[in-house]
């Protein structure tokens, strides 16, 4: 991995995906799992970098363990709370339709051909790796109810007690939700800021990893010692 040469790097799998075990349906939170894996690795605190609906995560962490977050890199990040989209409720309800009626393999092929992911199929590379990820999905969370237990007030009403550095990355491709939840981001978030990526979709960290690597890594350096 590109950061494990300058910084002792743990990547995280939250509850069914990776190679983290499947959901068996009762209550849990991916904050909490953070905090337990980071308590079992006896990591005190991290600059925490993470996208999409791990972007989530790593806000609602940095709510509730401030102590152990020194600054937040958000690629393509959701906010608990925030409302979705017309299209992006459109896209969830017709992989949930699908799964129902044609099945897991349908649903993934509609998933990944969806507006999300429009930009990175463009990209050869990019997309054989995607087709191995989404391969190993067990897609618990489209067959059940999601379980997961969220902080109240929810992440949306709470972007002004975030205190760490912040670095928000925004690909210009991407869907038109996820820029607005980046703006979001960049205007709330007291000590944040935003870089775009340009000719890069949701997958940013992906289709642009040399750009983004190079954006995080002078984000990181910049950062006071105590925070490295």
């Given at each position: ?70 600054s937040l890199v ?46 990175a199929l463009k ?74 990526i340009k000719d ?29």
């Open positions: 991995m590109y950061f494990s040469k300058k910084y002792h790097t743990v990547a995280y799998d939250m509850r069914g995906f990776g190679l983290s075990g499947r959901l068996n349906g009762g209550k849990y939170s991916t904050s909490s799992d953070l905090n337990k894996l980071m308590d079992l690795l006896q990591i005190n605190s991290s600059n925490v970098v993470a996208h999409s609906r791990g972007g989530r995560t790593a806000i609602t962490f940095a709510l509730e363990h401030p102590e152990k977050v020194k958000l690629g393509g990040a959701g906010i608990n709370g925030l409302p979705l989209s017309n299209e992006f409720k459109e896209i969830k309800y017709e992989v949930a339709l699908i799964v129902q009626k044609l099945g897991i393999d349908n649903a993934k092929r509609v998933w990944i051909n969806s507006a999300l992911f429009a930009s990209n050869k590379v990019v997309m054989k790796k995607l087709r191995e990820m989404l391969n190993d999905y067990e897609p618990w969370h489209w067959l059940n109810q999601d379980t997961e237990v969220r902080i109240k007030p929810e992440a949306i009403e709470r972007l002004e007690d975030i205190a760490v550095p912040t670095l928000v990355i925004l690909g210009t491709l991407d869907i038109p939700y996820i820029q607005n939840t980046a703006n979001i981001l960049a205007e709330r978030i007291p000590n944040a800021q935003l870089e775009i890069a979709g949701h997958m940013n960290n992906m289709e642009q990893p040399q750009l983004f690597n190079s954006l995080v890594s002078k984000f990181l350096n910049s950062l006071p010692t105590y925070s490295k």
